[in-house]
């Protein structure tokens, strides 16, 4: 197992203990952390930390140079998804907090 596999695993722990947040499904997002059935965040098969966040705080990491806008493997970044590096010095725990709050929302 990669450090980014250890690192998204305490993570998944955390949030499995809140409402409405679980983690199944088969292809794209099997692994992904939900919320009321939507992906808020998850690991990449390149081992990129992803979280769907609103399009300016997306913009903001990337622009800071924390992460990159996130591709699915279809040829464009998409708008409200961001993919941190494996090695990514920010608050993964942080992100995700972010990314919960704005699914769970919108």
Do not use: C
């Not at 499904?25 to 769907?52: C, H, P, T």
Request: glycine content about 10%; overall charge neutral; cysteine-free.
């Amino acid at each position: 197992m990669t450090a980014a596999e250890d690192r998204y695993d305490d993570l998944v722990r955390t949030f499995l203990e809140r409402p409405n947040v679980f983690q199944d499904g088969k292809g794209f997002g099997s692994s992904a952390l939900k919320v009321n059935g939507r992906i808020f965040a998850m690991l990449s098969s390149r081992g990129e930390f992803v979280v769907k966040l609103p399009r300016q705080r997306v913009a903001a990491l990337v622009a800071g140079g924390d992460a990159v806008n996130y591709d699915a493997g279809k040829g464009r970044p998409m708008k409200e998804w961001v993919a941190l590096p494996p090695g990514s010095a920010l608050d993964w725990t942080s992100l995700a907090e972010e990314a919960l709050a704005f699914v769970g929302t919108t």
